[in-house]
């Protein structure tokens, strides 16, 4: 079926609540992922926001709420029909890898391969050519992984997960660590797919840049949901954040900018 005629609702949390033994970690969230879009998680450090990507991907269960995919509630979905529609990225690149990045990608196409099917070695080294090709990074496809930049990994590890072909692209803070010049060109990479994406952002500006929709997050539950415009408010940004703002329209877009204030008071920038 033509994406056209499908449900906008590609993914939905319900009333999803998450918790520790000390910590209301994640309290009766809901909301909806529209299909094809590109939404944000933003809140301080602490919210919930990586518990809360967690809960979307399977790694942990809710103690209340259910999360849908395409209608169907993901607890129901085996593990290896759900990764080959939802991949996922961490924060944190991985270390000890001493195989090269064409090496590394051909592990991304496992869930693909049933076990009795032969490895077609020419059809896969076509799809590593043509992410390879995607991410910028055809050039450094014999590279040992850990001798590539921060931002090469993280591209790196972005096609990967696109080598799963997904629906969905779950990110965990995709430009964490990374110098501004990598922060866009990642981010303008993951706008470019196409695709559904759920990311953790910090940076506001980021983040109004680039997402359609804006998810705010205080104490594990959402506190405001929008397009950046909606959101980024300097009342919803002092609210959240403890700091006094002017918001404006960025030169290059009609998307909002975000400016802080230095006043050396209570509420002043780092």
Not at 21 to 44: C, M, W
Request: hydrophobic share 40%; aromatic share 6%; net charge positive.
């Amino acid at each position: 079926m033509p994406i056209s005629m499908q449900t906008s609702a590609h993914m939905q949390v319900n009333q999803l609540s998450w918790a520790t033994q000390s910590k209301q970690v994640l309290d009766n969230l809901s909301f909806t992922i529209e299909r094809g879009k590109f939404v944000g998680i933003l809140g301080p450090n602490g919210v919930g926001k990586s518990t809360l990507l967690r809960c979307m991907y399977k790694y942990l269960a809710p103690d209340s709420g259910d999360v849908l995919l395409n209608n169907q509630n993901i607890k129901n979905i085996a593990h290896r029909d759900f990764a080959a529609k939802v991949a996922v990225v961490l924060q944190h690149t991985p270390v000890g890898f001493s195989m090269t990045a064409r090496q590394l990608l051909a592990t991304g196409l496992i869930n693909q391969q049933k076990w009795w099917q032969s490895i077609n070695k020419a059809k896969e080294n076509q799809q590593i050519d043509e992410v390879l090709a995607l991410v910028g990074l055809k050039h450094k496809s014999e590279q040992i992984f850990e001798s590539l930049s921060g931002g090469e990994r993280q591209r790196l590890l972005i096609a990967r997960a696109l080598l799963q072909k997904p629906e969905i692209l779950l990110l965990d803070e995709p430009t964490n660590h990374l110098d501004v010049g990598y922060q866009v060109e990642i981010l303008s990479l993951i706008k470019s797919l196409n695709i559904t994406v759920v990311a953790t952002i910090h940076d506001l500006n980021l983040a109004s840049a680039f997402c359609d929709k804006l998810l705010l997050l205080r104490e594990g539950k959402l506190i405001k949901s929008g397009t950046p415009a909606q959101v980024l408010t300097p009342a919803s940004i002092e609210n959240i954040y403890g700091i006094k703002t002017e918001v404006d329209r960025h030169p290059q877009g009609c998307h909002p900018r975000v400016t802080y204030h230095f006043d050396g008071g209570r509420n002043a920038a780092v």
